[in-house]
């Protein structure tokens, strides 16, 4: 192991910090686009379930009607019936929770991108003032400080789509497990609650 002067030794390990940084600049410039065009899709994707439920088109529950029927009407008679049903159930749910995913990712990773194109595009812009070099300066500044309104944006659009799919899931799965139950009383089995938390 090299001996060297504790001053060398800090300045070496501040130099490659400084290189990570930079090298990181340009994914998260990606990352943070990429987000925006995710949020796009998401809102594409709200906008045409929103314009379905209007019309009275639920496709979680229209789902697992489907494949409750099926079940009923392939294995008549066969015994295990309620825990079939609530597979699909359970089923109905992870395939909500799912599709949720996507928005709640957002509401996670928006923050994180955001600073850190906030605090690499810093870094370089006080490097900027250290060599005197002020336009670069300011074109550093001007790019952490958007990166922060975007990536702060996205999270809060994720975070309020994320609230309203999350009472839309609810109401599907308990639409979802009152059908099951009512399958169940109609076979003359014991009804029991058929629920998964959302």
Not at 74 to 95: I, K, M, S, T, Y
Request: glycine share 8%; proline share 4%; hydrophobic share 50%.
């Amino acid at each position: 192991m090299l001996n060297l002067p504790t001053d060398a030794a800090v300045h070496s390990i501040e130099t490659l910090l400084y290189s990570i940084s930079t090298v990181l600049y340009l994914p998260v410039l990606l990352g943070i686009a990429a987000l925006v065009l995710h949020m796009l899709v998401c809102f594409g994707t709200f906008g045409a379930e929103w314009l379905e439920r209007r019309r009275g088109v639920r496709v979680l529950v229209a789902t697992a009607k489907q494949e409750m029927a099926a079940v009923l009407t392939a294995q008549e008679g066969e015994p295990g019936l309620d825990a079939r049903l609530e597979r699909l159930v359970q089923r109905a749910d992870a395939n909500g929770v799912r599709r949720l995913d996507g928005v709640r990712f957002v509401v996670r990773v928006g923050p994180a991108l955001g600073l850190m194109g906030t605090l690499i595009p810093m870094g370089i812009s006080l490097a900027g003032l250290a060599q005197g070099n002020l336009p670069k300066m300011a074109e550093s500044m001007t790019t952490a400080f958007t990166a922060t309104v975007v990536g702060l944006a996205c999270s809060v659009s994720a975070y309020v789509l994320s609230l309203v799919r999350e009472h839309w899931l609810r109401t599907d799965l308990t639409e979802i497990a009152y059908v099951a139950e009512s399958h169940l009383a109609a076979q003359d089995h014991k009804p029991h609650l058929v629920r998964a938390g959302a």
